[in-house]
């Protein structure tokens, strides 16, 4: 025998290094055992005979870097390796992970001869909320998610991952550690978006904010749905998000009084956002920012017909098929990544609530009937451009311990004047995070030269581009390929924006940020979730799902992701999306319940 050692602090158990050599073809993991800080290969010199070329792989998914490494073994030799020689690419794949927590709380429910009621595939904002409110209404629900538990609720509500002195404001700040790139660009794609592969999706990784979309941008989709989202869908649905706007306050009042002053043609309203900054009359806790993590995990934390009676989420299990027959869904086939073996389930209904792209993936995958020819076309992001400055000491606007934020709507806005939003946020630091410790925010404020943070967007409503697709080519561990640019939808408003951006900086006395300037940049494809449109909704000559969400081409297949809408509206769609998955649960009630 003789011994292979990687000595390795840094991937130790969770984490499985394997080999991989040229005898087995490159495809077989040789399984090693980590001792004293080094993982120990120990093999029969006799199986290689003209020695041995081999790769340390993690994970059994990321292959080390550079050339295969290559040794001559005799009996009882040592041949040792460490971190500088073997290096392995970053890891950007979902978490698969067993935690004690996870099954603690979230047991599976494996019984494949159980028919459930509705089967939702993908745990976020449309399908969390689908899966809960289908649950309370004494339906038997089953979630399956690709993802593992990460954490219990939005990581706005954890403690922050500050950048003490930096300009940086994002509540999902660790988002870049988790999410996932399970898509491909084709030649000249511009997509940069990402995917959250985790109980609660990208609700655990968003902004907050909860505008409605106007009456002009719903004139776009069928009157059937708007008529719900005005009458009754966005106050449930902002009930249902704990809406909200920042706590008032005499600066944020003064902000909109001089914004009116100077921009009378505009109204400047209360930013709603998704933020239970109190629970009413009550004394509880506030749960903070909104997460179907939190909404889900609460669930199956309360015995009862309102919590984990008639609900079951099974994590790590990626959906590769949907199975059909005739008109019919009669299963859903999942991949258990902690069992490593395929489960088909059965229910009454199945709702793909997986996200723009893998909703799209899973439907080719599983060949589904396409009499549109759209499933997969017209992904599209609208165009979201913005700024940051700073307001310095010197100005009336500048005040370090408030903040606000606002949205200005144009008093004429429709599809051909003034089409976009303006969110204004003004001390953005500090309201998108929580300090814990005091010492903490005194040396930030500190290094940023006790300047205000301060930032512009801009985002406008964008039609379907149908140049744009999804489509996937091969099994299911191959990545679908994303053609996308995009949307000129904001170009013929660029000087109307350009000058109303430097207007609203100079009424705030505002500056541009240090080694900065004050420029509009344009955010790239899918860097904050957006991407709608690859299983449209709408009449069955044009669209893919119809308004109750279903599929035009079966009898018991829903969609409740991005996906379905229709276009991609200016405001940010996440309260939309809200609202029509409370409608979707309504709807599975009548017709399985």
Partial sequence: MFTIRFQTTEYRPDLIVTLRDNVDGWDKDISGIYENDEWRFELPETRYPQGMQFKFVLETTYWM??????????????????????????????????????????????????????????????????????SDQGLNVLVLEAGSYLFPTHVANLPRQHQVGQFSKHVWGLYDEFKVNNYANTPNSNFNGGQAFNLGGRSLFWGGLIPRMM????????????????????????????????????????????????????????????????????????????STADLLMEAMLTNGPSGNQTL????????????????????????????????????????????????????????????????????????????????????????????????????????????????????????????????????????????MLCEIVFLFNSPLMDDNTVRQVGVANVKPQVTMQRSPSADPFWGEMNALKDQIINTLGGVPLPNGNLTLNEAGLGGVAHEVGTLRMGAPNNSVVNTNLKFHAYNNLYACDLSVFPTSPAANPTLTLAALAIRLADHLKQVVG
């Fill in 65 to 134: 870097n550079g050339q295969n490494l290559q040794v001559f073994p005799t009996a009882n030799a040592n041949f040792i390796f460490n971190e500088v020689a073997v290096q392995f690419p970053l890891m950007n794949e979902m978490v698969v992970e067993n935690s004690h927590v996870q099954q603690l709380f979230f047991p599976p429910n494996l019984n494949e001869n159980q028919l459930f009621d509705v089967i939702v595939i993908g745990s976020g904002a449309g399908g969390g909320i689908v899966a809960d409110q289908c």
């Fill in 215 to 290: 009456s002009w941008e719903l004139d776009f989709w069928s009157p059937e749905i708007k008529q719900y989202l005005e009458g009754n869908g966005y106050n449930l649905a902002e009930d249902l998000m704990n809406r909200s706007a920042l706590p008032a306050s005499t600066y944020h009042q003064e902000v909109k009084r001089s914004l009116r002053e100077a921009l009378p043609e505009f109204n400047h309203l209360d930013a709603p956002v998704a933020v239970q900054y109190a629970n009413g009359n009550l004394s509880t806790i506030p749960t903070g920012m909104f």
């Fill in 312 to 451: 079951a989420i099974n994590l790590n299990h990626v959906v590769t098929q949907i199975q059909t027959n005739g008109d019919n869904v009669t299963g859903v086939t999942a991949y258990d990544l902690i069992a490593k073996k395929y489960r088909t389930y059965r229910a009454k209904a199945v709702v793909l609530a997986a996200g723009t792209i893998e909703s799209t993936k899973i439907a080719q995958l599983s060949n589904l009937r396409n009499p549109n020819n759209l499933i997969g076309t017209g992904i599209t992001d609208h165009p979201i451009y913005f700024t940051h400055f700073a307001i310095p000491a010197n100005s009336p606007f500048y005040n370090p311990q408030e903040c606000s934020k606002i949205v200005s709507q144009h008093r004429n806005i429709s599809a051909t004047n003034h089409a976009y939003n303006v969110v204004l946020e003004l001390g953005a630091d500090f309201n998108q995070g929580r300090f814990m410790d005091d010492d903490t925010m005194k040396r930030h404020r500190q290094l940023k030269n006790d300047m």
